[in-house]
């Protein structure tokens, strides 16, 4: 029988009207962040955004999230290739997993491909600790294309 997850999506407040449609899809064809469930059924029981700088959703999404099931917690890829991408994602990850003891990672669907571009150009994720937060959410220049 194949393994369920139960997850849980926090998006960036600037990108409050989104509808999910690029993480909804990632989801479906196992890409970015979730290639980790491929062999699992997964079920989202929590979307919402962090409520804008410095977050003060952060620490109430999360206990309903955990309420409904979530075993994990997504920082969606919006957190992450922003214009500036978040100042405080790594304290979030940090928070969630001492606060609530689950599982939290870095992306949802594939990083754009305009999005690659512009940071590669501007420096943004030079640092060791941003090569380990794209890193799920990395995929081929197609795939990325494709998210653009």
Request: proline letters at 5%.
């Amino acid at each position: 029988m194949e393994e369920k997850r139960k997850i849980g999506i926090i998006i960036c407040d600037r990108y409050r009207r989104c509808a999910g449609g690029k993480c909804f899809r990632s989801l479906r064809k196992r890409d970015g962040a979730f290639k980790r469930y491929k062999d699992m059924e997964v079920e989202v029981v929590g979307y919402t955004t962090c409520d804008g700088c410095p977050g003060g959703n952060i620490e109430y999404a999360v206990e309903e999230m955990k309420k409904n099931g979530a075993g994990v917690i997504h920082l969606a890829t919006g957190l992450i290739v922003g214009y500036p991408p978040c100042p405080y994602i790594t304290y979030f990850y940090d928070f969630i997993k001492l606060r609530y003891d689950i599982e939290v990672v870095y992306g949802t669907h594939p990083i754009p491909q305009k999005y690659f571009i512009m940071h590669d150009q501007l420096g943004t994720w030079d640092g060791s600790d941003w090569q380990k937060i794209i890193q799920p959410t990395l995929e081929d220049e197609d795939t990325r294309l494709s998210y653009d």
